[in-house]
């Protein structure tokens, strides 16, 4: 069965950096991109961006570029996250999530059909 | 970007349904999903493309999409459905490209 299983949490001082783990299993790999989706205490989800399997070609979304970098090792199906120069407002869960293609007459959309259990990233002094 | 709004909370009583709404220009023009998070939880995908359920999903949880609203219809609702409800749409031509609504807390009474 799919799982996507995730590194444990961390606490961190500001200024410092963190990489958090995504490991897949039950499916190929490369056959599917991995995304990042952020939640801050009892805030809702927000998606950061996502990784190419394939070429390893990272898309950040807006508001996630400069400190975050998204990253893969295929040899062992495990995404990465990365974040540098840490701040008290990165605190937060951090999710992959796998993206599912599905077309119907015509258009396609996507969705998240698997989840990581989240990783819970604190940043304090 | 495009944005969609979804009610904070919503209430109701064992056995009644539950109706959460999310918002947006047109959303019946896009693919709506929704998922629920229970505390402590990763996100479960309950209804995909407007009103399809993944297996495992109960029929209790139905789906619809028009206008400028998608509603997410829980029947006979149960305690265990307490959780908070999140609608997204994937849109390309958006940035983000994954836009996900604030969520809907449910609260069964």
């Known amino acids: 069965q799919v799982q996507l299983v995730q590194s444990g949490s961390e606490l961190k001082k500001p200024g410092a950096s963190v990489k958090v783990s995504c490991k897949a299993s039950?499916?190929?790999?490369?056959?599917?991109?991995m995304n990042w989706v952020r939640q801050a205490p009892g805030q809702g989800l927000e998606w950061m961006g996502w990784?190419?399997?394939?070429?390893?070609?990272?898309t950040y979304a807006q508001g996630f570029t400069g400190r975050f970098v998204f990253s893969l090792d295929t040899s062992v199906s495990t995404a990465y996250l990365q974040i540098s120069s840490l701040k008290a407002e990165d605190t937060a869960v951090y999710y992959c999530?796998?993206?599912?293609?599905?077309?119907?007459?015509?258009?396609?959309?996507?969705?998240?059909?698997?989840w990581g259990q989240g990783t819970l990233v604190t940043v304090s002094s | 970007s495009y944005v969609l709004t979804q009610p904070p909370s919503v209430s109701v009583a064992p056995g009644k349904t539950a109706r959460i709404t999310c918002g947006g220009n047109?959303?019946?023009?896009?693919?709506v999903h929704w998922y629920q998070q229970k505390p402590g939880q990763a996100p479960v995908l309950v209804i995909y493309?407007?009103?399809d359920r993944p297996s495992g999903i109960p029929e209790r949880f139905s789906g619809s999409n028009s206008g400028n609203t998608a509603t997410l219809t829980i029947s006979r609702v149960e305690a265990g459905d307490e959780a908070d409800y999140y609608c997204?749409?994937?849109?390309?031509?958006?940035?983000?490209?994954?836009?996900f609504g604030g969520g809907t807390k449910l609260t069964v009474l």
């Open positions: 047109n959303i019946g023009s896009k693919s």
């Open positions: 999530a796998r993206p599912h293609r599905y077309c119907s007459g015509g258009s396609c959309s996507y969705y998240f059909d698997y």
């Open positions: 997204q749409v994937w849109d390309s031509s958006s940035d983000p490209n994954w836009v």
């Open positions: 493309y407007d009103s």
């Open positions: 990784i190419n399997t394939n070429t390893g070609n990272p």
């Open positions: 039950g499916y190929t790999f490369t056959s599917y991109a």
